[in-house]
């Protein structure tokens, strides 16, 4: 059985969800795209994701409150925090909120499938290790 990483991009802005979805689809991950931090609550309670791409300007909500919402519910999932406005102390703020990784906007596909790569690798490796084993 073939592996595939699911990931969701929690991301008001249509054309940048949608932009990061096919990237993001075109390297063969399972992706699932919304556009509020109450969207992304929902489907979290419903599936099984291995990162969150979480943009800190949602129009419900603050985005430090739903990388800690996410963590709190679920500490094992890899979050990467997005944002235009990644200022003074934010990234370390949000990374001690729970996210794994922070990347400024605008970005760049490859930018964004570096940090993926980077955020999956150890997981990726432990599955496949497990499935040999098993």
């Known amino acids: 059985m073939l592996y595939t990483p ?3 991009i ?3 802005e249509p ?4 932009l990061l979805s096919r990237v993001l689809a075109d390297d063969g991950y399972a992706v699932t795209g919304v556009g509020t931090a109450r969207e992304a609550l929902r489907v979290v309670q419903n ?16 985005g430090i409150d739903l990388v ?9 999932v890899q979050v990467l925090a997005i944002s235009g ?19 400024m906007k ?17 997981r990726i490796e432990s599955r496949v290790i497990a499935g040999v084993a098993a």
């Open 6 to 8: 699911q990931v969701l």
């Open 10 to 12: 929690v991301e008001d």
């Open 15 to 18: 054309a940048v969800r949608e």
């Open 47 to 62: 599936a099984d994701f291995e990162v969150i791409i979480v943009d800190m300007s949602l129009p419900d909500a603050d």
């Open 68 to 76: 800690r919402q996410i963590h709190s519910d679920v500490p094992y």
């Open 85 to 103: 406005m990644m200022v003074a102390d934010l990234p370390q703020t949000v990374r001690s909120a729970g996210a794994a990784a922070t990347l």
């Open 106 to 122: 605008p970005t760049t596909g490859g930018k964004v499938r570096a940090a993926i790569h980077q955020l999956l690798t150890p």
